[in-house]
């Protein structure tokens, strides 16, 4: 089982900015991918930005240039810092570890419980 903690979520005003922190722990033993989705009342979950074990990364159109994604393969940490934050960035911020627990074992799809990300104007 893996265990993700997610910290820094929170209420924000118009352009300000966020950092979010994701912790793994538990019994894996490659993570190929971390990244961050989110979901808005009524909408469905969708990417904002994910990293693969060799530094890729992906964004979604709507936070290019506004978001940066990193982590730290040694801590299994992924952290999301948001700049310029608009109003339609408010949602629930879910992290999302891709890996394995052994080398014979499927593909782990994990996610947290998520933080609450609200952007007043």
């Known amino acids: 089982q893996v265990h993700l903690v997610e910290s820094g979520g929170g209420l924000v005003q118009v352009g300000g900015s966020l950092r979010l922190s994701c912790a793994a722990s538990?019994?894996?033993?490659?993570?190929?991918?971390m990244g961050w989705y989110r979901q808005a009342p009524g909408k469905q979950r969708e990417l904002v930005a994910k990293?693969?074990?060799?530094?890729?990364?992906d964004y979604a159109d709507s936070v290019k240039g506004r978001a940066t994604i990193s982590r730290d393969n040694a801590k299994n940490t992924v952290s999301l810092q948001m700049n310029s934050l608009k109003p339609e960035a408010t949602a629930v911020y879910y992290c999302?570890?891709?890996?394995?627990?052994?080398?014979?074992?499927?593909?782990?799809?994990?996610w947290g419980q998520g933080t609450q990300v609200t952007v007043s104007s």
């Open positions: 999302n570890v891709v890996g394995k627990r052994s080398w014979s074992d499927r593909l782990l799809d994990s």
């Open positions: 538990g019994s894996i033993l490659i993570i190929y991918v």
């Open positions: 990293i693969g074990s060799g530094g890729n990364t």
